[in-house]
């Protein structure tokens, strides 16, 4: 078949997506190298929630994971 039974589509990191997307509401810097570093007003994709204080999404073609609280749904 072309294109994925459950709706969600490949991005360009090669990654999953949700096709969900927040803004950031405040700078963030990586404090680990798994982790995504933004700008405030940026857009980040969200690929998964980890846990119930972090996503994991792209950002700028950078993969990481991020805290909850620096974004916000558009």
């Known amino acids: 078949t072309n294109g994925d039974a459950n709706g969600v589509s490949t991005s ?3 990654g999953t997506s949700t096709g969900r997307e927040v803004v950031a509401i405040g700078d963030y810097t990586a404090q680990y190298s798994d982790e995504l570093t ?3 007003g940026e857009i980040i994709q969200i690929l998964k929630e980890v846990d119930d204080n972090w996503y994991h999404g792209v950002c700028q073609d950078k993969v990481g ?3 909850k609280t620096y974004v916000r749904e558009p």
């Open 12 to 14: 360009p990191t090669g």
């Open 65 to 67: 994971i991020f805290p």
């Open 38 to 40: 933004f700008s405030e």
